[in-house]
């Protein structure tokens, strides 16, 4: 009985730890062009999340730019 305990137990510890592995973040630098794009998008009100899947950027990286270059972005606009 406690054979058959521990395999369970052994299964569902290596499921859970398959299922919590995060895509590996692969960094980017802003260019001039993603940055002028940033603005533009800025300007046009796009949201945010919009333009991370445009620029295949997260939504906090795309936020961390506009605070360091000081415009605005979502309901800082």
Known sequence: ???KTK???ATKTAAK???KTKPKITRREY???DVKEL???SKAKT???K???LTKRTVGSL???ALKLGIGLGHQR
Do not use: E, L, N, Y
């Open 1 to 3: 009985m406690a054979k």
């Open 7 to 9: 395999a369970k137990t």
């Open 17 to 19: 730890s398959k299922a």
């Open 31 to 33: 260019t001039k062009d």
């Open 39 to 41: 603005r533009a998008h």
């Open 47 to 49: 949201p945010v999340i």
């Open 51 to 53: 333009i991370a899947k």
């Open 63 to 65: 936020r961390q730019k």
